[in-house]
């Protein structure tokens, strides 16, 4: 298994530009998110997905859309980069929480650092 | 709403030395918490996890947690820190409930605590 993967690693973008991360899982987790660490302020949730064609805002979802068409996908678009927009992008994914006492533990990509100028 | 609070961005330390790294929850009803590490440019790694009634969580790597109610804490701990010790360490509670099933699961960070070891 290749576990999460994002791509791309690295990306340099000017104001206004879009563009799209990619994130993809292997392990059939119905869950995946988003996330973006910045300096001090840890890791805050961006948006997530429950499932195929289900998703939810996070804690800092302006400025970013998402669509899960297929379990193994859920690409991040920015429609109109911004510079408080740079920052690292890690995408998770897990078994959804069903059951009672039973925690699925999240599985994090390797990030995307984006910079925009 | 629940939370999480490291108390102290950086942490150093002399190599053999207790490492000690705190963390503090707010939460109405038993939560989920874990550790994270994440070593330079690389990702997150579960270090350890509390999700049962086992106070005192074994980790990866020789670290170990222990969830104290009372003080509503879940400090990070390692008898004797090796310079590969050297990273940044987030806590973190999930939404997900124990005596709760059906939730997203979604993890909220601590701010991170930078650790350095000194040789």
């Known amino acids: 298994n290749a576990g999460v993967t994002q791509t791309p690693k690295f990306q340099v973008l000017k104001t206004g530009q879009s563009m799209t991360l990619q994130c993809a899982q292997d392990?059939?987790?119905?869950?995946m998110s988003w996330y973006r660490q910045d300096p001090g302020m840890g890791l805050r949730l961006i948006h997530y997905?429950?499932?195929?064609?289900?998703?939810d805002q996070g804690e800092v979802p302006n400025g970013y859309n998402v669509s899960r068409s297929t379990t193994e996908d859920f690409p991040l678009r920015l429609l109109s980069a911004a510079p408080s927009q740079t920052s690292v992008y890690f995408c998770?994914?897990?078994?959804?929480?069903?059951?009672?006492?039973?925690?699925?533990?999240?599985?994090f990509g390797p990030g995307t650092r984006l910079t925009v100028l | 709403a629940q939370s999480v609070t490291q108390l102290g961005s950086h942490v150093s330390v002399s190599e053999g030395a207790l490492v000690l790294l705190r963390c503090n929850y707010s939460?109405?009803?038993?939560?989920?918490l874990f550790w994270y590490v994440q070593y330079p440019n690389q990702g997150l790694q579960l270090l350890l996890k509390?999700?049962?009634?086992?106070?005192l969580v074994k980790g990866i790597n020789g670290f170990e947690a222990e969830f104290k109610k009372s003080e509503t804490s879940f400090h990070l701990t390692k008898p004797s820190a090796h310079m590969s010790d050297a990273a940044e360490y987030f806590c973190?509670?999930?939404?997900?409930?124990?005596?709760?099933?059906?939730?997203?699961?979604?993890?909220?960070f601590g701010k991170g605590t930078k650790l350095s070891v000194k040789p």
């Open positions: 998770a994914s897990s078994y959804s929480q069903g059951l009672a006492g039973k925690y699925n533990e999240q599985f």
């Open positions: 392990m059939n987790h119905e869950y």
């Open positions: 997905s429950v499932g195929a064609g289900i998703t």
């Open positions: 939460s109405s009803v038993p939560p989920y």
């Open positions: 509390y999700t049962s009634a086992a106070t």
């Open positions: 973190a509670v999930s939404d997900a409930f124990m005596n709760y099933g059906g939730s997203q699961g979604n993890l909220i």
